[in-house]
């Protein structure tokens, strides 16, 4: 057993990762000339924006987190952009965007169903059926005779 270099817990010897204060073990063969002596090398994190662009992406919320997820999904990759050696999780805002883009075209159609139904039963269809005019209506047939 060997203690935590951070926060002086007792860990196993083999670990990588502290299990109290959640902090990677590195040894002093990963420090390089850019870090100051006793700092560790930092690990990648996963980006926060990409995460979130993935969840709202695959719940939708009412096609609120659609949009969202979009937004938030190409925030990510920008900021994953910027600092490639310190954020990863670009598959994750790739995929927050594409789950995105499925539910906005998805809320299109919906809409675009819902308006279609709305204006047909707005105005109800008129046939001519062997002389006669028959409108249909929501509660039936109505029927008014041609020439009488």
Not at 68 to 73: E, S, Y
Request: glycine share 12%.
């Amino acid at each position: 057993m060997k203690s935590c270099s951070f926060c002086d817990e007792r860990i196993q010897d083999v670990a990588i990762r502290c299990p109290h204060c959640k902090r990677w073990l590195v040894s002093s063969d990963r420090l390089d000339d850019t870090n100051p002596v006793g700092q560790r090398a930092a690990y990648p994190s996963t980006s926060g924006l990409a995460i979130a662009s993935m969840v709202l992406g695959i719940v939708w919320i009412y096609w609120i987190g659609s949009i969202t997820g979009l937004v938030l999904g190409y925030l990510a990759l920008r900021e994953i952009r910027q600092d490639p050696l310190h954020l990863e999780g670009r598959g994750m805002a790739l995929a927050g965007i594409v789950l995105g883009w499925i539910g906005v075209a998805t809320l299109v159609v919906a809409i675009g169903l819902g308006v279609y139904v709305w204006k047909n039963e707005k105005h109800p269809v008129r046939r001519e059926v062997r002389g006669a005019h028959v409108l249909l209506e929501q509660g039936g047939l109505v029927s008014r005779r041609s020439g009488r």
